[in-house]
């Protein structure tokens, strides 16, 4: 084995160090792995050194767009010629052609694939060509935002479409749409990514690769989440509740592994005369906890309750008994519209027109409480586990301390999640310490909190 | 050597029918290149088993496969003794107390037999994460030294390193140890360029017009929320069900009518029917 030259482990040094310092966990044992893959695979073909680096240090899909960024900095692209004439040919006409004839081009690209070399050779010229925006006097700077706009190709779309379609409407409509909408995020990103690269030769890759990755989505705050990123999060959250399911039965299964079955040893002992050498046990029964969710469904939570009400709907399909209630000022139960193999979007969209938690619309902790006690007297009982998800800011209502301490007691486990950071606990109208005494409360903003939690909950 | 580089494997399993992307190649090649295990993780049926099998289809290997479930132990994984054969052994001579600890007796689990094999050996441990954590103790020392140790005879060392594909839905987080060890594939479904191309592979007969509107519509499938996203086995169905059906043109009745192969939950059907304007059933 020979040893590479001293500026790719330089390189490779200093990529290793970005990824621990965007968060990714990077042991040094993965790094030497990396090292020895650098060894083996061609390092000229671009895309399987990203690949190798990736399958020795990425281990989480979670992980993976902000890998992907760090690479593209570390390991830019080789620039003009080396694609092939086709390419350059690209470039060429891209440096001197009118805007509609771009946009032209565009709308072909487009339709496409986006795994088309001509693709990001395209997006490539256009930031060559758009993308430059003069910052501060003799500083120039490079922006996605000016190629958008010049190219603009949410315009393109209705044209794309009629290219694309025989006729309007419909299922083909729909799937037309879908290809176009993936391939615009595609050239988007491409756009994106070139930017990126042109800052990171001017002012230096470290200098960029702070600001360019962005949090891995499991720990993405619930109160900041964007519309995107709580799309994504949705898609956490079925996985997730599975996960918890299993982590709840196994962990309840261990150490009571069943009865002894009699019948069964004793005719499995023929074989050896009678000596009974395998024993054989019933399976034991499965454990079904209860949960009793109760969930804040006010607007100042209303990206953290729009997700546990996904999750309480996922656990619902995992539990037998899960009943959920929801509460503004006032509680109602919502079980019955996350029944099983109902729609969640629906059941999330009815559940405030047809459930009856908003008094007055400002959120009443303290009123809550009682009514819950009042209204389902029978809910909380020596097997359940009660849940209760909220910022514990009660508009500086009475905190009806006593009823929830009532209640707490009735349940087998009391758990109160708050989506605000632990700083801001106690400020403002906020009753986390004196709710906190009672029941035990964590801090929970993002996935990766709320997993670590549902782990202690068995 | 298991394959020379990337694009070999990707010759190779092509042959196959498996149509592997940058990503599969690289990291196939590299855990035969780096004598590490892959570990696999993924939806289901995106072709992660299918992956092991087509290694070891494309480099004539034995697949030696340990599908992983609650409640699996050593005994089942590694190695047992032949109780009954020693007891008769006891009862027919006094003093065979000695050796009913050899290999006579010795009952091979896929772990160990994939250990010992002279033959080249693909292995096989299906759905990692449906094993108790114990299991994952037991795979480090298999899967760091190819070694299990045996008290009454001693390690035994493979004699020929197998080639270890681990693979796993996700259903749990599977121990920084054990990730450690492995290198890491993240199979997920594939872009439409590319499912059309498996169609086309797995599904000989079928034209490519609708391989082509399938593999989009699919990934429009996927698009939606759905309790369970359609896999590409499951495409792969659909594909056969079509050309079993006799039609050449897929519009929307169609669709609707088959909707049943896809998707397997009544609420998914009813979110997909009028998410996509299906006429109604």
Known sequence: MTTPPASLVDRHVGFVHALRAAGLPV??????DAAHALMVVDLSDRETLREAYAATLVKRPAHRPGFDTLFDLWFPPVISGAGGTAVAEEAEKAEDAELPELRERLAELLMGDPADPAFREFARAMVGRFGQVQAAPGRQSWFSFPVLRA?????????MLAAMLDERGGLPEK??????????????EAVAADVRRRIAEESGIEKIARSAVRPPIDQVDFLRATKDELARLRREVHPLARRLATRLSIRHRRGRRGRLDFRRT??????????PLTTHLRPPRPHRPELVVLCDASDSVSTFSHFTLLLTFALREQFTKVRAFAFVDTVDEITRLFAPGADVLDAIGRLTRDADIVRFGRTDYGHVFERFAERFPDAVGPRTSLLILGDARSNYQAPALGT????AGQARHAYWLNPE??????TGDSLATSYGSVVAMHECRNVAQLAAFVETLA | MWFASPDEVRGRLAAVDYLADDGIATSVFLAGALGKPLLAEGPAGVGKTQLAKAVAQATGARLIRLQCYEGLDEARALYEWNYK?????????????DDIFSEEFLLERPLLKAIRSEEPTVLLIDETDKADVEVEGLLLEILSDYQVTIPELGTITAARRPYVVLTSNATRELSEALKRRCLYLHLDYPTPERERDILLAQVPGLPAGIADQLARTVATLRALELKKSPSIAETVDWAHTLLALGRTELDEALIGETLGVVLKH?????RAAKELGLPAR
């Open chain 2, 266 to 270: 009544n609420s998914d059907q009813v």
């Open chain 1, 175 to 188: 799937v037309a749409r879908r290809h176009i909408s993936r391939t615009i995020e595609a050239f988007t």
């Open chain 1, 421 to 426: 950071p632990r700083a801001q606990w106690d």
């Open chain 2, 85 to 97: 054969k020693q007891l008769l052994r006891i009862q027919a001579d006094d003093g065979a107390w």
């Open chain 1, 151 to 159: 190219l603009s190709p949410e315009t393109l779309v209705a044209r």
């Open chain 1, 404 to 407: 929830l301490k009532r209640l």
């Open chain 1, 27 to 32: 042991s040094p044992a993965e790094g030497l």
């Open chain 1, 266 to 275: 004793v005719r499995a002992s023929l074989s050896t005369g009678g000596v």
